[in-house]
């Protein structure tokens, strides 16, 4: 059978993507869905038909792939023909997605574990943000929270775009800025909202983040939204919040690194 893949727009692969966000199990990780709405979308096809959609972020990173049923016995070849034409250097993936996970064992690859994604939590008592008060941050407080280079934000752009946006809310305690909590809704057809925090390096290790995150949590549940959390692997602090908090992890975003081209063996870049 030949296979092809053709670029096209989000909007042509808008209903494969719904599709594709309807298999998985649990919600996808924010970070994941950004540079899949980002990324540049392919249609896949099948002896002329379309098979389903990939997306290619930046740096040959494969970030979505999907078949429909149909198809799926073609799986590994079609992902191959993705790999070769694309030029895929890498492949980031839930660890939940068991079809693109099946296609990157086949061939033998070696998974690193990039981050973790928390997408269950225990019952713990509603215990609020404990004394600090919350508000909205906007447009005027770009300035200010500029001048914050310790990884409140990953570019002037991404600030103002989460300033606009509603999704920063400042934490201040007798009047003082003591961190900020993310609350982003992750994709505008889910009730599914990504937490996240921030405190300044000179305020850290003294319980800010445990309460930001704790009120945030509380605020989902009250409006019956879906709280996801998810942390870098190296993020140790952050991870220990999210614990003290509750939240359990039994799911990974997995980084699969492809062989360069014309390099003999198994195709693997062994990070482990």
């Keep these: 059978m030949d296979y092809a893949m053709t670029p096209t727009t989000q909007e042509a692969v808008a209903q494969s993507r719904a599709n594709f966000i309807d298999r998985l199990p649990y919600p996808v990780e924010l970070h994941l869905e950004w540079l899949a709405r980002d990324g540049r979308p392919y249609r896949l096809e099948a002896g002329g038909e379309t098979a389903g959609h990939c997306i290619v972020a930046a740096d040959g990173m494969l970030v979505e792939f999907h078949l429909d049923d149909r198809f799926v016995p073609d799986a590994q070849a079609i992902f191959d023909v993705v790999a ?3 030029g895929i250097k890498q492949v980031w ?6 079809l693109c996970l099946r296609c990157c064992l086949d ?11 928390f997408r269950d939590f225990l019952p713990t008592p509603a ?10 941050a906007g447009p005027g407080d770009y300035d200010g ?3 914050h280079t310790d990884a409140l934000y990953e570019s002037e752009e991404q600030l103002r775009h989460m300033l606009a946006n509603g999704m920063l809310h400042l934490y201040h305690e007798a009047g003082r800025l003591v961190g900020c909590g993310y609350l982003i809704r992750v994709r505008p057809d889910r ?9 300044p390096s000179s305020l850290r290790r003294r319980g800010y983040a445990r309460r930001i ?15 996801c959390c998810g942390c870098a692997a190296d993020n140790v602090a952050s991870r220990r919040a999210l614990e003290a908090n509750g939240f359990v992890s039994r799911h990974a975003v997995l980084s699969f690194a492809l062989c360069p081209p014309g390099r003999r063996g198994n195709g693997v870049s062994r990070q482990l």
Excluded: I, N
Excluded at 108 to 114: E, F, N, R
Excluded at 191 to 199: A, H, I, K, S, T
Excluded at 213 to 227: F, H, M, N, Q, T
């Design 107 to 117: 061939k033998g690859l070696t998974a690193t574990v990039a981050g973790y994604c």
């Design 213 to 227: 995150l704790a009120d945030l949590k509380d605020w989902c549940l009250r409006e019956g939204w879906r709280p």
């Design 84 to 86: 070769a034409r694309a």
């Design 145 to 147: 929270l500029l001048a």
């Design 93 to 98: 993936l839930h660890s939940f997605d068991g």
């Design 191 to 199: 009730d599914w909202r990504d937490l996240g925090m921030w405190v």
């Design 127 to 136: 215990g609020g943000a404990g004394g600090l008060v919350r508000r909205a």
